[in-house]
């Protein structure tokens, strides 16, 4: 009898252990949370835990409360498919992220492999939902693509800036190539003759070759398809050869660490990004909460928190987490996000506004006045 007891006490406890198990819901976000494009990283992260506070505030997930996972890819495509494995064996059914596109577009494959629901906040490259894994759908992403702020960009510089000597150069990795490449298809189309197109290597810290080279071809605007880091120490080396050039770049601009490098050295800088999300109404309140917490939602912070929201929003309809009923309802849903209300179309790309240009004056980015 004793015995029996016993047994139904163990398997009590263990049926006990497993409902708190199946309790929680398991997502995830990755991005270079190390290296020299950890600020982007940071963002996520920011945006990621506080979408997971609030929605578990409020209930959860279908009763279920959600647990965050954070994986760090170092933008290295080959860190981020072990990154996407992890996550997998995990049980994570959502992935926010990653940032890099030469990150996010090789772990696609794996998520859709395992099932895993995939919302980048940043990656802009086309080819990540163009040749998502799953033609069905399961890769999605909440900012723009390349082409759409090459066009915006390329236009710009062939009307505002006519007359103006242009190079356009990039680091080679498939969101600064693919950046550069299509503002510069873009350029060409308006009207605009480029003055010259070269590559560079990331991570260096001496530009000074690149920087004579533009010196001596006296060009006017220098059009970078890369990240903060490189951007900002050609154009505290142009200053420094006493080049007024104007430095213009795309989204990856959008950190405060650009001025840290740069000083005033980066002022007129301008870049391309979508418009702000801190200035929507509807994002009010959440971006006093991460001030109040000395965190400014700048960049792809609120774009990590929507990817989040609109997850869990489809998950409502969908009734449950599975892949497939997931990926009927982001097909088909229409979310209401800090970003403003979005859907996602046949490929998998938002449906919200497009790119906007900014300007950076006196250590802070804004709007450039018309």
Known sequence: MKKAILSGMIATALVSVSALAQAEIVIGTAGPMTGQYASFGAQMKAGAEQAVADIN???????????????????????????????????????????????????????????????????????????????????????????????????????????????????????????????????????????????????????????????????????????????????????????????????????????????DAGEGTLMTFSPDPRKNPGAENLVKTFRAKGIEPEGYVLYTYAAIQAWAQAAKTAGKTDYAPMVKALNSGKFQTVLGDLSFDGKGDVTLPGYVFYEWKDGKYGYLAK
């Not at 492999?113 to 906040?121: A, K, M, R, T």
């Not at 505290?236 to 959008?254: C, I, N, P, Y």
């Open 57 to 263: 505030a409020a209930g959860g997930v279908l009763g279920q409360q959600l647990r965050l996972i954070v994986g760090d890819d170092a933008c290295d495509p080959k860190q981020a498919v072990a990154v996407a494995n992890q996550m997998a064996s995990e049980g994570a059914v959502l992935m926010a992220g990653h940032f890099c596109s030469g990150s996010s577009i090789p772990a696609s494959s794996v998520y859709a492999d395992e099932g895993v629901v995939q919302i980048s906040p940043a990656s802009t490259n086309p080819k990540f939902t163009d040749e998502r894994p799953d033609p069905q759908g399961g890769t999605y992403r909440v900012c723009g693509r390349d082409d759409q702020q090459g066009d915006v960009a390329g236009a710009f510089l062939a009307n505002e800036m006519k007359g103006k000597k242009v190079a356009f150069v990039h680091d080679k990795t498939a969101y600064g190539k693919g950046l550069a490449d299509a503002t510069m298809a873009a350029y060409e189309k308006a009207g605009g003759k480029p003055a010259m197109y070269e590559a560079y290597t990331a991570g260096e810290k001496d530009y000074t070759a690149l920087v004579s080279k533009l010196k001596q071809s006296s060009i006017d605007i220098l059009y970078v398809g890369g990240y903060h880091t490189e951007a900002g120490l050609m154009v505290r080396q142009m200053r420094d050869q006493g080049m007024k050039t104007t430095l213009v770049s795309g989204d990856a601009l959008v950190t405060d660490e650009y001025w840290s490098i740069t000083g």
